[in-house]
């Protein structure tokens, strides 16, 4: 009797959690709107009046980090699992964005594509090891990835939410 009432019990958690799951994740998980070319990542974002490099890099003078939305091509990304993509942000500079909580992902074939990002963009020092992690994520060689030997000050995003035009 006890055996049978522990399977029910176990089997009504995984039921109600499986529930829970399916309707957390509609939010988080990319939709694509019917009849256009926009796909949505994350949460669902502000699109309106996003801010131009030159003026986050202002604003980035001035505070350690900027809520922001920004829109901009996407250079290169995560080949492994599209889990950061640069962004460009003009005269050689490019912005690392990576997705908040590691919530959601891009798809590997996002370069040369445009994005719009809501979040916190920073300026800050990326570590050897991370660079030459994501180097390694870029597919680089062996001797790339060797040659990564100083601290790297980058302008990152997190981002809660991206959208991305095909």
């Not at 003026?55 to 995560?78: F, G, H, P, R």
């Not at 962004?87 to 964005?97: A, H, S, T, Y």
């Not at 980058?154 to 959208?163: D, M, R």
């Amino acid at each position: 009797m006890k055996k049978q009432l522990l399977f029910l019990v176990v089997l009504g958690l995984l039921f109600s959690c499986n529930q829970t799951t399916t309707n957390q994740t509609d939010d988080k998980t990319a939709t694509k709107e019917e009849n256009s070319e926009v796909n949505h990542y994350g949460d669902n974002i502000n699109v309106e009046n996003p801010v131009s490099a030159e003026k986050m890099m202002a604003m980035l003078e001035e505070n350690d980090s900027v809520s922001v939305t920004y829109k901009s091509t996407i250079l290169s990304n995560c080949k492994r699992s599209g889990c950061w993509m640069d962004l460009d942000m003009g005269n050689g500079e490019i912005m690392k964005v990576t997705f908040k909580d590691y919530a959601f992902v891009i798809p590997l074939e996002s370069e040369g594509k445009t994005a719009t990002v809501e979040g916190v963009a920073k300026r800050e020092i990326i570590p050897v090891d991370l660079l030459k992690h994501y180097a390694e994520d870029e597919g680089a060689s062996e001797e790339e990835i060797a040659a990564i030997t100083e601290d790297e000050i980058a302008y990152t995003f997190e981002a809660k939410g991206v959208i991305i035009e095909d």
